[in-house]
């Protein structure tokens, strides 16, 4: 019999309050439509609809829901449903509810509300109803625009090499003869784009807009309600473009077919289109678009804005009251029509990039006659200054970078060809770029700056902090810090690889297991949502998938590591989300990719192409990773074969889940055949390891179930063999064996020597990097050491699965259905940590697993959220006691 001890506190005082108070305290929490937690007009006209509960009770499950959507807001307060009633549906569900009323068009609204029956323990049962809540549909349709595409060719345009293109300022005005009831802008500027309308900017906290996309396929536009901003009389919209990423930062004229360092994909010049629609209180509407009416300059103070490159503002081009009415624009230039990138306008689906934190330098100091600034963190956005005492035409000039020399100098060396600088002349504010930095040379200061004078703006895509984890391990707490900083500091719209040098990439294989560790930290569903859309509209014509999205860089190698995340990514959205939407949008574009890399590349049931290989694995010398050295490097099928295998597999799920038994059957054979040839070539059944005995060629076939059953103690064996004694254990894998390590040693139980690889400090580990001054992920494991030229300070790529092993493994918390419906909560208390606090806020509610050991006294603090349930297993010196838990909070002790 097992000996244990767990004890509930608080149990009887729970049942006695439910038992004796007919309000019990539960609250609907978060109703929401498609998971925004915003403003955003919707991209869809099939809203589905969402919420979650908040409680101190325990066994809280919902029974019942009945959601109403009305026309009014009125309507909904009463609970009249004249757009929809689904009536009162027995049900737990509580995620994604889809709308079934009367068909929603472009611009349409809709006031909704939920109604819900909870049950609270055994005898108690609750009526709630939510807030009103509303959504509005954008634009659905290319036939519900009237604008058109406008802009102008200037001569003055730098269009070779690094490119610089002065901002384009574009103005209208026009008279508004009515009382106003509502008004909406639908805007896009390509590449970026700020908008105002009476000398006020619109919608001034959201940066960098719209996203990214390739533009060749999709465009995308924002939606904004502006009735506020506008009156009765004479108005003014005014516009300004820059580039982003529609002008090409590099642009190659000897070779533009090739896109790489020094060319990237080019779509043209700014341009615009804008449609500004105003409906009057008595019910008559009035359009204002852009066409040949509008004026437009580039002689603004925005002189040039390059992604790479910085932005350059001088003061002397002010144009003044210029997005205002009366103003003389006689100097001004009529517009031409452009014509549109090719694209689909497409309502933006996921919010724009802010600014979601504030730094302050922790030092300044003066070299020669320039100031040295340390942020104290190297980070991604903008540095703003509060400088007095300039001159007239003073030009004050900021350059950034990740590191310094020895003496105290700028090392821009890993920046390749960016120059990441910044030149002001009466202004202290870029508008259109980013970068990635700790540390900023400052010239042209007159004045003694101080900390004070400066503000460091950390920019990402909008999206809640989702998780929290500490350990009693110094190295691990500060490793998970850096992950945090690193991953925020790659969403740019789209996952990136580094964003400070001339790269800035959305390159997929960083992603391809990343993605559900960042899951964790953040709520990033509508971000990958958006991402898996480039993904597939990159996609070529004969079923490829380029390694980039969108593909500014065109680099269809076609290997299965890479592109794989457009599967993986589909998956993380329906486990950790419960989301199955995404999975269903782009099931076609799956399957053709794979079916693509079969007919091309599978012989014999092996995956023969691969590109990259175990990417970056140490020593990282450039000779190195480029080397075909057999005893290192492990062998293309050895990589390329079991992933194919596990991406087959997953195929397989989504056809079971969407109902296509032929498809499922032929996935499942896919794998059936390709594990059976890939053992029979490259199993050595007798040395029991798998091609040239590499971590990474025996860890992925044993992580993807590849392996005979009676071979996988030996192969793992083989694996420890490797890492405890011939490696010391260290880390031997690059970015397709980190995917799966500390998962498959835990799994295997070896979570001690898991333990060890995550809080060593020595080469190569991620704790070296800490120890060595890094405050985010270095792109390599010596990357104090590096060759400059592939050495950047802000990559996540080798973070491989070390998120997901400390949320799942040690914090214990995973989920046993899609969206967190069921939870497992199994924390594995390894020798050598004495405490692990674990978060996560779910879309099913907030998630807690706190634990502490003390010898063998081991205690538990759980938090289950309301409407589900866990499977709960209490570590014990005997295993795990398993045992069954509804909502609530628990304190659990055992025996180790």
């Known amino acids: 019999m097992m000996n244990r001890i767990i004890e509930i506190i608080g149990v009887l005082i729970s049942l006695f309050l439910a038992s004796c108070s007919d309000v019990a305290d539960v609250r609907i929490l978060n109703p929401n439509v498609e998971q925004q937690q915003h403003s955003m007009a919707l991209a869809t006209n099939e809203p589905r609809f969402s919420w979650k509960y908040e409680s101190n009770e325990r066994d809280v499950a919902q029974q019942s829901y009945r959601i109403i959507v009305s026309t009014t807001a009125e309507n909904a307060e009463k609970g009249i449903g004249d757009l929809w009633d689904s009536g009162v549906t027995a049900s737990s569900k509580m995620l994604y509810i889809p709308y079934e009323g009367k068909v929603l068009c472009s611009r349409d609204k809709g006031f909704w509300k939920v109604f819900t029956t909870v049950s609270v323990g055994q005898n108690n049962k609750v009526s709630l109803e939510s807030e009103v809540k509303s959504f509005e549909i954008s634009l659905l349709n290319q036939d519900d625009w009237q604008a058109k595409w406008i802009g102008h060719e200037f001569d003055d345009d730098v269009l070779v090499g690094k490119t610089r293109v002065a901002a384009r300022y574009l103005r209208k005005e026009f008279n508004l003869d009515k009382n106003i009831r509502e008004a909406r802008l639908y805007v896009s500027g390509l590449g970026q784009y700020s908008a105002f309308l009476n000398g006020t900017e619109i919608a001034p906290d959201e940066l960098l807009k719209p996203a990214l996309s390739d533009y060749r396929k999709r465009v995308y536009f924002n939606t904004y309600d502006v009735t506020s901003m506008l009156k009765e009389g004479d108005n003014a919209i005014g516009v300004v473009l820059a580039g982003g990423r529609y002008t090409a930062m590099r642009i190659d004229t000897v070779h533009p077919q090739w896109t790489g360092l020094n060319n990237c994909l080019h779509f043209g010049t700014p341009r615009m289109i804008l449609q500004l629609e105003v409906i009057y209180n008595d019910g008559s509407k009035q359009l204002i678009v852009s066409d040949e009416s509008w004026k437009i300059t580039n002689r603004g103070p925005i002189r040039t804005a390059n992604e790479f490159d910085g932005e350059t503002y001088d003061g002397n081009f002010c144009l003044g009251r210029w997005n205002e009415a009366g103003y003389d624009e006689s100097q001004w230039m009529k517009v031409e029509l452009v014509g549109g990138p090719g694209g689909k306008l497409t309502a933006q689906p996921n919010p724009n990039i802010r600014v979601n934190e504030v730094l302050k330098p922790v030092a300044i100091f003066k070299k020669g006659d320039k100031w040295m600034l340390d942020m104290g963190q190297n980070m991604v956005g903008r540095l703003v200054m509060n400088v007095t005492e300039q001159n007239y035409g003073d030009t004050v000039v900021l350059r950034f970078s990740e590191n310094l020399y020895p003496d105290s100098t700028l090392d821009v060396r890993n920046l390749r060809t960016a120059e990441a600088t910044d030149r002001f002349i009466l202004s202290w504010e870029p508008t259109f770029i980013y970068h990635g930095f700790r540390y900023v040379e400052i010239s042209g200061l007159r004045s003694t700056p101080t900390v004070d004078d400066f503000q460091g703006l950390v920019m990402y895509d909008?999206?809640?902090?989702?998780?929290?984890?500490?350990?009693?391990?110094?190295?691990?707490?500060?490793?998970?810090?850096?992950?945090?900083?690193?991953?925020?500091?790659?969403?740019?719209?789209?996952?990136?690889?580094?964003?400070?040098?001339?790269?800035?990439?959305?390159?997929?294989?960083?992603?391809?297991?990343?993605?559900?560790?960042?899951?964790?930290?953040?709520?990033?569903?509508?971000?990958?949502?958006?991402?898996?859309?480039?993904?597939?509209?990159?996609?070529?014509?004969?079923?490829?998938?380029?390694?980039?999205?969108?593909?500014?860089?065109?680099?269809?190698?076609?290997?299965?590591?890479?592109?794989?995340?457009?599967?993986?990514?589909?998956?993380?959205?329906?486990?950790?989300?419960?989301?199955?939407?995404?999975?269903?949008?782009?099931?076609?574009?799956?399957?053709?990719?794979?079916?693509?890399?079969?007919?091309?590349?599978?012989?014999?049931?092996?995956?023969?192409?691969?590109?990259?290989?175990?990417?970056?694995?140490?020593?990282?010398?450039?000779?190195?990773?480029h080397s075909r050295d057999p005893n290192r490097i492990t062998r293309a099928p050895a990589i390329s074969t079991p992933y194919y295998c596990h991406l087959c597999g997953k195929m397989a799920d989504y056809a079971a889940l969407l109902g296509y038994a032929d498809d499922e059957a032929y996935f499942k054979n896919e794998v059936a055949n390709s594990t059976q040839a890939y053992n029979w070539q490259y199993l050595d059944r007798h040395a029991y390891r798998y091609a040239n005995n590499t971590v990474t060629a025996n860890i992925l076939p044993l992580a993807f179930g590849m392996v005979p059953e009676d071979f996988k103690d030996k192969i793992f064996d083989n694996i420890v063999e490797r890492t405890e004694y011939e490696l010391d254990g260290h880390v031997s894998t690059g970015v397709a064996g980190i995917q799966h390590l500390m998962r498959t040693l835990t799994d295997y139980g070896r979570g001690d020597l898991a333990l060890k690889i995550a809080s060593d400090d020595t080469y190569p580990s991620w704790g070296y990097m800490y120890r060595h001054g890094a405050t985010t992920i270095w792109e390599l494991w010596n990357g104090n050491t590096a060759d400059p030229s592939m050495n950047s300070g802000n990559h996540v790529m080798l973070l491989g699965d070390l998120i997901i092993w400390e949320y799942e493994y040690l914090g214990g918390i995973s989920a046993l259905e899609p969206g967190y419906g069921k939870i497992r909560l199994k924390p594995y208390p390894i020798d050598g940590l004495d405490f692990v606090n674990c978060s996560y806020n779910s879309v099913s509610g907030r998630i807690e697993s706190n634990w502490k050991r003390n010898g063998n006294r081991f205690e538990w603090d759980i938090v289950i959220p309301a409407n589900t349930s866990a499977e709960v297993c209490l570590p014990t010196n005997d295993g795990y006691a398993i045992q069954s838990l509804g909502s609530g909070t628990y304190h659990l002790k055992s025996k180790l």
């Open 462 to 625: 909008e999206m809640p902090l989702t998780g929290s984890f500490e350990t009693s391990d110094e190295i691990i707490n500060a490793v998970y810090h850096n992950a945090l900083w690193g991953i925020r500091g790659n969403y740019r719209s789209m996952p990136t690889d580094c964003p400070q040098r001339d790269e800035r990439m959305g390159w997929t294989g960083d992603h391809t297991t990343g993605c559900y560790g960042e899951s964790y930290i953040f709520n990033n569903q509508q971000l990958y949502s958006k991402w898996l859309f480039d993904g597939e509209d990159s996609q070529a014509q004969s079923g490829s998938i380029p390694d980039v999205w969108p593909p500014y860089w065109m680099n269809y190698t076609n290997n299965m590591t890479w592109p794989g995340v457009f599967v993986t990514a589909a998956d993380m959205l329906y486990t950790r989300f419960g989301d199955d939407k995404p999975m269903r949008q782009h099931y076609d574009a799956m399957k053709k990719w794979l079916s693509f890399m079969k007919e091309k590349y599978m012989v014999d049931g092996i995956m023969t192409k691969d590109t990259y290989g175990d990417w970056c694995m140490p020593p990282e010398s450039l000779e190195m990773i």
